[in-house]
């Protein structure tokens, strides 16, 4: 698959490593991809500011802003500005070291995480063989980022807003991390490339071969999803900063570029997450269709991650926000029951390979579907039964 | 038998969903005017700050006020300020010298309109009116105030029309009456005689 | 429903003691009111609500009036005799008649959908003699509202569970709603066109207020 | 030491997991104001703190400012971690004495002045102050006002309680989205209110016998048109939230306020109906002409947020029947009674309290005229105030999230709760 459109990136890193002298050509080497990831991704930011925007405004019924430049082109790099002249303010109190590492604390690590993620055929900045541990251990430092952010602003809002933060990514872990073991089972290597590898090809010459179209494959990327929605603090579990209760949970004494910071912190995790995502489950840099073949493959994986941030501003559009100890029960009585019987599925799915019966791959799909859905609706209902909740009826008075 | 969990979720997605394209094709579902360049027709009925009407090309004969004060007695924030005319040997004349409107107090309640008998005071529809100096540059006074009787009957066409009838009914009553005493021309009508 | 002198027997019959007396309404609205003297008042007011009969279960609305002192009491039927023929004549006989301060109940029963009791509690006067049985612990929707009566009247209420001001800030004196309440003279210059309120304005601003 | 004592407890105690996380933010709280005032020794003088009540307790001041008290409102929360253990409503920041600016105003004056009462539904307030003086003076009203009076208020019920649904679930945390769709629709009425009445909030329309205008030609047209386009924008709302999952969980159970609480406390409204008290003064009072049109009234059954979302669901519903029977035989005629005086107008002297079903209450006004053009007393029943007396019992053991929720159901706006 050497198409020349594909390789070019690599051939302009190929191309610039040799130009400089061989000494530094190692340091280059690496130099090259972590300036191409921040430059990408600190874009992608402000592009998503702008498509959240006018995304959300479209949903409501109306324009969402046009004022900046055509369309609101402008309008990222406006609140950009704004963001550097605001001042800067501190409270007296508070705990100025740590005050100020916070937002640092918050972008580095996700940044890091970017190193292990295949956006294309052999683009890869570094190959790890256990990339998904690399990006876990690396992702995970975020919570400590926000409660340094909650504790040193010694207020009552932020320090409420620091521990239902904590409580949240801390549930959210656990079932992100097993519904990413599936993939990794089922490829059989911690490293994305092999995992991106195993998703090659296509069945019977049309469907690809991607996680998401088994049964365990799909419900794993909607648990990964749903614990990414929760790892990133988007929408319905939004809750560290929900505006209408304790107004910006702990951002609430951060203004300024340390604000901004923490939003793009916030930014690169959800497309970090989101790029993981694609990786196990939606085949990476693979085309869904032979006949695209020729598209570059880093296309493919941008394609997908705009479906990714549509999704979450969509969710975000829509959903309203769960309370802490609902966020707690969801994740520990419904996420991780599900992600192990998820677990199981994948094994069951993995030892009937060798079923060569006619239709053997429908039964294969059939049983790992029956298998998952019926503790789904079982634990569903559990959940919300538990409560009594659910629609009711209503008399008139006679 | 509830539905299955998640259900009620992926309804509502499906709606803001149908929006979200709605808004592309169907004008019902993007409902956003923008402001300096489009503009909402203003309705008809419309009332944001009073203006005093005057008839014919002068606006300080043609002042259909006549300083009765009963829009300033009525007014609920007393936000009108009148001071009868009076010439030379202080008789008092039949206008204004003095009517000044603190439009930053006038909540455009129209009672003003609705009390006044002679229709000289009527609601304006224009609301761009943002001045720079708060106390001086809100108190509108009766030069500012006053607009022809064709401007009101630009922004009030109907009304107008009737308000127009009635007056033009009343002072051909006056006429009929001033004229079998024979008396000076001087019509007795509230209203200035000037031919609208 | 039972006319208001029913109602009336009925409550003295289970309150004993109790002062009642009706107070009536000239207007078309017809509805007269039932005057209680603050001591029995939360017992009459625990029989109207319990009173199978009755179940005035809901206290809509309690207001707060003020009465001011009248030199002349035009309802006082004070007998003259004066030349053999008893006549109320006012200019002789000018008597100071001591304002009071009013507590208003109307109460309606969503039980039965029954229409509005009007009760009435006087204070004694009103300078110091101005407390009155508070109807909280009888009907709780008259919490907030007795209250603000307290807040802008000053009748203070009996047995009322957390009895401050409401409306106004705490550190606030005076009781605005009363007749005889005088605006504090800390005027910012609002420059409305009008003569008292220009008045006022320029005792502040002499230089800077021009003609209007 | 007992500080870092306890706080070593509660954090063995939190390993073990019997202690929720909020206990462990009880504690920090309770270690962290001492910890700065010796640390910041060197720096600027630093304040003492301000002397701790119960020290394991965190007082918040939720508001003056606070996205989602609707308007300037404050609560005095005391949180323990994230419970709430004390709560203590605060008024007064829009007050501006409006009864005693009507003591010193004529009544037509007073007219304009209900408009800023209940900001958001301004023509129920005309109307309610309408009847008020209209029984004071004894005075009647012709057929087709009392039409016109029944289809605004009715347009005014879908408007405030379509609204009211968009700030409950923009509480709830979804980005304003229903709270759009509940804005698109109240423009229209509102356009219908601006044709009709001149503006579009203050329309100060009602006078003592009757409407200040006609109707303008067209108006009922559009307004068929729009009662008939209604019912599609409630089945979206109704499919964008009803069964929605989280709305459910963040709704059902939450401040429940039981039927004998409700009546004792003088709850009206939709809130006293989602409890299942079968009070609504249309009915009861039989004001107006609402006997002439048959609707139902919808009761709950938990009394907790969900029903009063609910309630006020299908109450639309309801007044777009009513409306549909108005406009279709609304009859031509006067809309003032011609007797009616409009200046000098000196009802006799005595007193009387008319009140109305308003969307958040019942709305009532109590005049005292002693014959004289100002009134001598003017009160005015604010639903809003006294839906709020059971704040507290509302929300006690709930979280600072449901405490928004709770206050989002109870429909309170400023205007109206501090007068």
């Known amino acids: 698959m050497s198409q020349p459109l594909e390789q070019l990136l690599v051939r302009l890193k190929d191309w610039l490593v040799l130009q400089c002298p061989p000494a530094a050509q190692g340091l280059v080497a690496a130099l090259i991809p972590a300036a191409a990831i921040v430059a990408v991704f600190a874009s992608l930011f402000a592009l998503t500011t702008l498509l959240e925007r006018k995304g959300l405004g479209r949903l409501q019924n109306r324009l969402g802003p046009n004022r900046v430049g055509p369309f609101g082109v402008l309008q990222p790099l406006a609140d950009g500005l704004k963001m550097l002249i605001k001042e800067d303010i501190v409270p007296r109190d508070a705990d100025r070291l740590v005050h100020l590492l916070a937002p640092v604390a918050m972008v580095v690590p996700v940044l890091l995480a970017y190193a292990v993620l295949p956006f294309g055929q052999r683009l890869v900045a570094v190959n790890f063989d256990a990339g998904i541990l690399f990006f876990f251990a690396a992702g995970a430092t975020t919570e400590l980022a926000v409660f340094m952010a909650g504790w040193s602003s010694r207020n009552k809002y932020s320090l409420l807003g620091a521990m239902r933060a904590i409580a949240q990514m801390i549930s959210y872990e656990v079932p992100l991390i097993l519904s990413a073991m599936t993939a990794v089972m089922a490829a059989g290597s911690l490293s994305l490339v092999d995992i991106v590898g195993s998703q090659a090809g296509y069945h019977w010459g049309w469907l690809p071969r991607w996680h998401a179209f088994t049964p365990w494959g799909f419900a794993g990327l909607l648990l990964f999803t749903i614990a990414a929605t929760a790892e990133s603090n988007r929408t319905p579990f939004d809750i560290p900063e929900g505006e209408s209760e304790i107004i910006a949970g702990h951002l609430v004494e951060y203004s300024g570029f340390k604000y901004a910071l923490f939003f793009l912190g916030e930014y690169l995790g959800m497309f970090a997450v989101s790029g993981l995502g694609i990786t196990l489950f939606l085949g990476g840099w693979h085309a869904p269709v032979p006949a695209l073949e020729w598209v570059p493959s880093v296309a493919w994986f941008f394609a997908k991650l705009f479906g990714f941030i549509f999704l979450f501003i969509w969710l975000r559009g829509t959903l309203p926000r769960l309370r802490t100890d609902q966020l707690m029960n969801f994740a520990w009585k419904f996420m991780v029951p599900m992600v192990l019987v998820n677990l199981m599925v994948t094994a069951v799915w993995h030892f009937t390979r060798s079923w060569h019966f006619s239709g053997a791959g429908l039964w294969r799909w059939l049983v790992g579907a029956l298998l998952l859905a019926g503790p789904y609706l079982w634990l569903g209902r559990a959940l919300a039964g538990g409560r009594r909740f659910g629609p009711r009826s209503y008399h008139y008075a006679s | 038998m509830n539905p299955p969990p998640g259900l009620g979720i992926v309804k509502g997605l499906v709606e803001t969903a149908r929006n979200f394209v709605g808004s592309f094709h169907d004008p019902a579902r993007l409902t956003t005017v923008q402001y300096p360049d489009e503009r909402l027709p203003a309705k008809e009925n419309a009332r944001n700050f009073p203006f005093l009407v005057y008839d014919g090309p002068d606006s300080e004969k043609g002042l259909r006020c006549v300083a009765c004060k009963i829009c300033e007695k009525e007014c609920p924030p007393q936000c009108i300020y009148i001071i009868l005319e009076r010439d030379a040997n202080g008789k008092p004349q039949k206008h204004p010298r003095v009517f000044d409107l603190d439009i930053s107090v006038c909540m455009s309640c129209q009672i003003c309109v609705e009390v006044c008998p002679f229709d000289a005071i009527k609601m304006d529809t224009d609301y761009e009116l943002s001045r720079s100096d708060r106390f001086g540059g809100l108190l509108l006074t009766k030069a500012e105030l006053a607009k022809p009787n064709d401007y009101y009957r630009r922004i009030h066409p109907t009304e107008a029309q009737e308000v127009d009838a009635r007056l033009e009914e009343e002072r051909a009553r006056a006429q009929a009456k001033a004229k079998p005493p024979a008396a000076a021309a001087k019509p007795a009508a509230p209203a200035q005689p000037a031919p609208a | 429903m039972e006319s208001l002198e029913q109602i009336k027997s009925w409550a003295e019959a289970a309150v004993p003691g109790a002062g009642l007396a009706i107070v009536p309404n000239p207007s078309p609205a017809n509805q007269p009111s039932l005057l209680i003297d603050p001591a029995h008042a939360p017992a009459v007011a625990r029989f109207l609500r319990d009173d199978p009969r009755l179940r005035f279960d809901y206290a809509s609305n309690v207001t707060g009036v003020d009465w001011l002192d009248t030199a002349v009491k035009e309802k006082v039927r004070v007998k003259h005799v004066l030349d053999g023929v008893e006549k109320e004549i006012e200019e002789t006989h000018e008597r100071k008649v001591p304002g009071f301060l009013e507590a208003v109940y109307h109460l309606y029963s969503m039980a039965l959908r029954r229409g509005p009791l009007v009760l009435r509690q006087r204070t004694g006067n009103r300078l110091d003699r101005v407390r009155v049985a508070s109807l909280t612990p009888v009907w709780r929707s008259a919490e907030f509202q007795e209250r603000e009566i307290y807040d802008l009247y000053g009748i203070v209420f009996d047995g009322h569970p957390d009895l401050r001001r409401i409306l106004m800030w705490d550190e606030f004196q005076d009781h605005p709603m009363r007749k005889d309440y005088v605006e504090p003279d800390d005027y910012e210059y609002e420059p409305t066109p009008h003569d008292e309120v220009l008045a006022k304005a320029r005792r502040h601003y002499p230089v800077e207020a021009g003609a209007a | ?419």
């Open chain 4, 1 to 419: 030491m007992n500080a870092e004592l306890s706080e070593r407890e509660l954090i063995s105690a939190l390993a073990t997991g019997d202690v929720a996380p909020e206990g462990l933010a009880a504690a920090l709280a309770f270690a962290s104001p001492e910890a700065p005032a010796e640390r910041g020794a060197g720096s600027a003088p630093v304040l003492a703190p301000p002397p701790r009540g119960n020290s394991d307790l965190l007082e918040v001041a939720m508001g003056p400012h606070h996205p989602s008290t609707h308007g300037v409102f404050r609560m005095d929360v005391t949180l323990d971690g994230e419970r709430v253990v004390r709560l203590k409503p605060v008024f007064g920041y829009l007050h501006r004495n409006h009864e005693k600016i009507a003591e010193q105003t004529s009544y037509l004056g007073s007219m304009p002045y209900t408009d800023r009462l209940d900001y958001f539904c301004s023509l129920t307030n005309n109307w309610a102050y309408a009847l008020a003086v209209e029984r004071l003076a004894g005075l009647a009203v012709p057929e087709r006002a009392e039409y016109i009076r029944v289809i605004t208020a009715e347009l005014t019920r879908l408007l405030n309680h379509s609204c009211l649904i968009g700030f409950l679930t923009h509480d709830m945390g979804t980005m304003g989205t229903p709270l759009m769709y509940a804005f698109r629709e109240r423009e229209k009425i509102l356009d219908l209110f601006e044709a009709l009445t001149g503006s579009r909030m203050m329309c100060n329309y009602m006078r003592f016998g009757g409407c200040r205008a006609e109707l303008p030609p067209g108006w009922l047209e559009q307004t068929r048109s729009l009662v008939d386009e209604f019912p599609r924008f409630l089945d979206e709302f109704e499919n964008l939230l009803s069964t929605n999952e989280i709305l459910l969980a963040r709704t059902q159970g939450v401040g429940v306020l039981t039927r004998e609480l409700a009546v004792n406390a003088g709850v009206t409204g939709p809130m006293t109906r989602a409890s299942g008290v079968n009070y609504d003064i249309r009915k009861v009072d039989n004001y107006g002409i609402y006997g002439r049109f048959p609707f139902r009234v919808p009761l709950g059954e938990h009394g907790d947020v969900y029903d009063r979302y609910m309630v006020r669901a299908l109450e639309m519903r309801e007044s777009i029947g009513i409306l549909h029977q108005a406009l279709r035989d609304i009859p031509a005629g006067p809309v003032i009674d011609p007797k009616a005086k409009l200046r000098g107008f000196r009802p006799k002297p005595g007193e009387a309290y008319g009140r109305i079903e308003a969307p958040k209450g019942e709305l009532g006004f109590y005049l005292i005229s002693d014959g004289s053009p100002n009134p001598y007393r003017y009160r005015v029943r604010p639903p809003s105030l006294i839906n709020l007396t059971i704040l507290e019992d509302m929300c006690l053991g709930h979280t600072v999230a449901d405490v928004v929720v709770i206050l989002g159901a109870v429909d309170i706006v400023l205007g109206e709760v501090d007068r």
